[in-house]
């Protein structure tokens, strides 16, 4: 079964800095592996995804996400922090070889973004 | 371009009250649907997802049932109501053989007291 983990509940960063959240997935065959931020009281808004090709992967606002095959890990970077940032980031993987669209999602990471 | 809609947006019902949710998507079609149930402001659960009208695929048993009468429409719903159905409804589309992001919709508070 495909899973993802998020090891980080919280990740505080000054404003301008680099950030990293972490992700690590378990799937039996090719991942598509996805990421999404959630603002207070609102729907998941998609930020990017890796299918296949490039590893390194570049999404809306900044964000980047890293592939690594060898460490099943999927983290995401911003180089330079805003607080606008803070929010609440998801993890999630699919597995097409299974067939299954549903993607499977990790608990989250909140994001704190300091002045 | 293609949208989703969600509603009720908030709602607050007693225990063993029915219940429906209610999800349309605008600009696509034959979209798979999915609807979501995030407890605490944290991870996300899946409940049901759809690939064609009538098609319901149940994730975990219990206590709501989904149904899909039209190509855009899905509809969450609870014959009772108990305390541990109080989340945060989301309901999401994707394109119907993609890359599989999923769209999701605005959500619905659901409190049960």
């Known amino acids: 079964a495909q899973s993802v983990a998020q090891p980080e509940d919280q990740v505080n960063v000054a404003e301008g800095n680099p950030l990293t959240v972490k992700c690590t997935y378990s799937v039996s065959g090719n991942p598509y592996l996805f990421w999404y931020v959630q603002y207070p009281n609102r729907g998941l808004q998609f930020l990017l995804k890796?299918?296949?090709?490039?590893?390194l992967v570049k999404g809306s606002y900044g964000f980047e996400a890293e592939f690594n095959k060898s460490q099943t890990s999927f983290h995401l970077k911003k180089p330079s922090a805003l607080v606008s940032d803070s929010a609440l980031y998801f993890c999630?993987?699919?597995?097409?070889?299974?067939?299954?669209?549903?993607?499977?999602f990790g608990s989250g990471t909140r994001l704190q973004v300091q002045p | 371009s293609q949208t989703i809609h969600q509603w009720p947006a908030t709602l607050v019902q007693p225990v063993g009250s029915p219940l429906s949710l209610e999800c349309t998507v605008e600009?696509?079609?034959?979209?798979?649907l999915y609807w979501y149930r995030q407890a605490a402001g944290r991870g996300l659960q899946l409940l049901f997802y759809?690939?064609?009208?009538?098609?319901i695929s149940s994730e975990v048993p219990q206590n709501l049932s989904a149904s899909r009468p039209q190509d855009r429409q899905f509809i969450l719903s609870s014959k009772k109501l108990l305390l541990s159905d109080s989340g945060f409804y989301l309901c999401?589309?994707?394109?119907?053989?993609?890359?599989?992001?999923?769209?999701f919709g605005e959500g619905s508070r659901l409190t049960v007291l």
């Open positions: 999401a589309w994707s394109v119907g053989q993609g890359a599989g992001e999923l769209f």
């Open positions: 999630a993987v699919r597995e097409p070889d299974t067939g299954r669209r549903a993607l499977t």
């Open positions: 600009g696509t079609s034959n979209p798979n």
């Open positions: 890796y299918i296949t090709g490039d590893n």
């Open positions: 759809s690939v064609g009208i009538g098609q």
